[in-house]
């Protein structure tokens, strides 16, 4: 394992903010990991695990320890004519395992691609984009926990997943190190053309490859989303809402274009992104921060900005559309104190 002091961030956030943490370790196999936890418990130390960095807003310094995960490897357990069966270390990067996915072949994750981070982050938050989300292809999540060392696995129900969300951001939040993410794919897999703005760009429609699929993915994000490499950002900067269907037909009434989805029996969801630019954010600046004038619901770091000017930029959007429409927009992004 490594173990550093006073560790630099920017590298660590893909927000572009200049923090440091006071420690910061890194495992490269569950077992240093099991036997660091043994002798060394979190319980009772100011401690979080993080990814690549892509979903996370460092507030100021992390007077604390980060945990980070080297865990590599992409192994097939099991297959068979059909299906394959990964098991995948947590420190992989995503878009990598996709693209080598895509390139053996084997369906599920495609629509996936480029999105930014690792794969432990992906399963904890369970990502999701152009109408698929990561957790239509995990089996299982093997963990360890923060407080013992002890390792377990949580199957597919145990994660208990919906939108954006997983036991490790509810009730097992701060409390386990993802160590592998177990994933089932499927041999020349169907593209899933659910979100419609992706079905027009690929060549052969319904009979485009995963390659076709993957590619046309990467085009749209490259077209609608910031490169964090050039704009510092955290992907969508809110999750989109889902509002009692009573609340959203009375909105219909009065703004008859209101896009939304069917999310459950007696619940709408709505894009954040429509009621940023209702309220006159889209491509907006203050300060250093500013929204994205492509896609009003992720904010970029013009260059040098401090967390509390996105802060204050993310305030002043909530405090509009909560005004303007009733509804309260919650970030999808971390805050990190
Ligand atoms: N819209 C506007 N103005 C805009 C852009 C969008 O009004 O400038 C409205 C349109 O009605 C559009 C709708 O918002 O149809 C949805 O836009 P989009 O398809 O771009 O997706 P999104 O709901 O804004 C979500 C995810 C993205 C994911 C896309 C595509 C969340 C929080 N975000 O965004 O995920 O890439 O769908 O599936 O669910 C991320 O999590 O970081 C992320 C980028």
């Known amino acids: 394992m490594k173990e550093y002091e006073n560790y630099p961030l920017l590298p660590h956030n893909t927000f572009g903010i200049d923090a440091r943490a006071r420690r910061f370790l890194e495992f490269p196999d569950s077992g240093e990991l099991q036997a660091y936890l043994g002798n060394k418990p979190m319980a009772g130390e100011k401690h979080l695990v993080i990814g690549g960095g892509s979903n996370l807003l460092f507030l100021?310094?992390?007077?604390?320890?980060?945990?980070?995960?080297?865990?590599?490897?992409?192994?097939?357990?099991?297959?068979?004519e059909r299906r394959v069966f990964l098991k995948v270390g947590s420190g992989e990067i995503w878009d990598e395992l996709v693209a080598y996915c895509v390139g053996k072949g084997?369906?599920?994750?495609?629509?996936?691609?480029?999105?930014?981070?690792?794969?432990?982050?992906?399963?904890?938050?369970?990502?999701?984009?152009?109408?698929?989300?990561?957790?239509?292809?995990?089996t299982r999540v093997d963990a360890v926990s923060l407080a013992d060392g002890s390792p377990r696995t949580f199957n597919r129900e145990e994660c208990a997943y919906s939108y954006r969300d997983s036991i490790f951001?509810?009730?097992?939040?701060?409390?386990?190190?993802?160590?592998?993410?177990?994933?089932?794919?499927?041999k020349g897999g169907a593209p899933r053309l659910d979100y419609r703005g992706l079905s027009g760009l690929l060549p052969h429609g319904a009979a485009s490859t995963l390659a076709e699929v993957r590619d046309a993915v990467i085009a749209l994000r490259r077209e609608k989303l910031p490169d964090p490499e050039e704009w510092g950002n955290a992907g969508s900067f809110f999750m989109n809402p889902i509002v009692p269907d009573e609340l959203y037909l009375s909105l219909k009434q009065?703004?008859?274009?209101?896009?939304?989805?069917k999310a459950g029996a007696a619940?709408?969801?709505?894009?954040?992104?429509?009621?940023?630019?209702?309220?006159?954010?889209?491509?907006?600046?203050?300060?250093?921060?500013?929204?994205w004038e492509r896609q009003p619901l992720v904010l970029i770091n013009r260059g040098h900005a401090s967390a509390?000017?996105?802060?204050?930029?993310?305030?002043?959007?909530?405090?509009?559309?909560?005004?303007?429409?009733?509804?309260?927009?919650?970030?999808e992004v971390n805050y990190i104190s």
Request: net charge negative.
């Open 267 to 291: 619940h709408t969801k709505i894009p954040a992104a429509w009621l940023i630019e209702q309220c006159g954010w889209k491509g907006r600046a203050l300060g250093n921060a500013a929204v």
């Open 308 to 331: 509390s000017e996105i802060t204050e930029l993310a305030g002043r959007i909530v405090a509009d559309v909560q005004a303007k429409f009733g509804i309260t927009l919650y970030p």
């Open 169 to 186: 951001k509810q009730a097992e939040r701060g409390k386990y190190f993802v160590t592998y993410v177990h994933l089932v794919l499927e």
């Open 254 to 261: 009065q703004y008859p274009g209101l896009p939304s989805y």
């Open 106 to 138: 084997w369906g599920g994750i495609e629509n996936l691609s480029l999105i930014p981070g690792e794969v432990g982050a992906a399963a904890v938050q369970n990502i999701g984009a152009y109408g698929t989300e990561v957790c239509d292809c995990i």
């Open 60 to 80: 100021r310094d992390y007077d604390g320890t980060l945990l980070h995960s080297a865990i590599r490897g992409i192994e097939t357990e099991a297959e068979d």
